[in-house]
């Protein structure tokens, strides 16, 4: 009883001792009270039963992989057409063939492009037979010809 003091603990939390004076219950009527403890857990609530929260339902479905590599920067090009500086208008489409290729076309030129990972996290279409690359930065794009150093078409808007 004194150890229970010290430790603040309840009369009532201790199944041996009894409920008034503290003297000690018997063992057989204790361990009864155990038994139908364990044996009937409180009743679910209405409308709980067999249903897992929200969160808990979410968690059980498998969720997609990340995409990471040349998948990512796919995922990230803008396809459609951009006007660009000087009255130029540029196409990015897929290419026909390959769900891996893009076409970049304008009056002049056609090029078919591949997709390069970028530390920057830039989107990059390149093309290095021809030295061509384009590139994406948030709402901006360019077309470039590395062989010759210069710009093809400058300051690209996606058309709305």
Do not use: H
């Amino acid at each position: 009883m004194a150890a229970c003091a010290l430790a603040g603990c309840d009369k009532g939390t201790l199944p041996f001792l009894g409920k008034g004076n503290g003297a000690a219950m018997p063992v057989a009527q204790a361990a009864g009270q155990q038994d139908r403890a364990i044996a009937d857990p409180p009743a679910p609530a209405p409308g709980q039963f067999g249903k897992a929260p929200a969160a808990q339902q979410a968690a059980q479905q498998p969720q997609p992989a990340p995409l990471t590599g040349i998948d990512y920067v796919i995922s990230r090009v803008k396809r459609g057409d951009f006007l660009c500086a000087g009255a130029v208008t540029i196409n990015v489409s897929d290419a026909a063939d390959n769900p891996r290729e893009f076409v970049i076309k304008s009056k002049g030129f056609e090029f078919r492009m591949v997709p390069v990972v970028t530390a920057s996290g830039a989107v990059r279409l390149e093309n290095e037979a021809k030295g061509v690359i384009w590139l994406q930065v948030a709402n901006r794009a360019m077309l470039m010809n590395q062989k010759k150093g210069q710009r093809m078409a400058a300051e690209c808007l996606a058309k709305t």
